[in-house]
Nanobody
């Protein structure tokens, strides 16, 4: 199995910055696309940003120019640098990965980390 552990969430004022991290561990045969998703109050989970193993990225329109996703393949870690945060960025942020392990080939999810942006 693959475990994803997020860190870096918290409370920040509007206009501030946070950096989220997500490290994958376990019996990993391949770690393909990794990404960040979020679910705000009363909303469905949505893609924020994702990055392939070769470094190709794509972002939700709402975060383009403010958020940057990156990854460290040697340490199976993906990051999300969030700048110019807005109140509408408040959500639980989930790390997701498309990976192959000993027993499963597909999607894995972290537990989520809360990001709260105050005005």
């Amino acid at each position: 199995q693959v475990q994803l552990v997020e860190s870096g969430g918290g409370l920040v004022q509007a206009g501030g910055s946070l950096r989220l991290s997500c490290r994958a561990s376990g019996t990993i045969f391949s770690l393909r696309t990794m990404g960040w998703y979020r679910q705000g109050p009363g909303k469905q989970r949505e893609l924020v940003a994702r990055i392939t193993s070769s470094g190709r990225t794509n972002y939700a329109d709402s975060v383009k120019g403010r958020f940057t996703i990156s990854r460290d393949n040697a340490n199976n870690t993906v990051y999300l640098q969030m700048n110019s945060l807005k109140s509408e960025d408040t959500a639980v942020y989930y790390c997701g990965a498309d990976a192959r392990s000993l027993n499963h080939n597909g999607d894995y999810w972290g537990q989520g980390t809360q990001v709260t942006v105050s005005t």
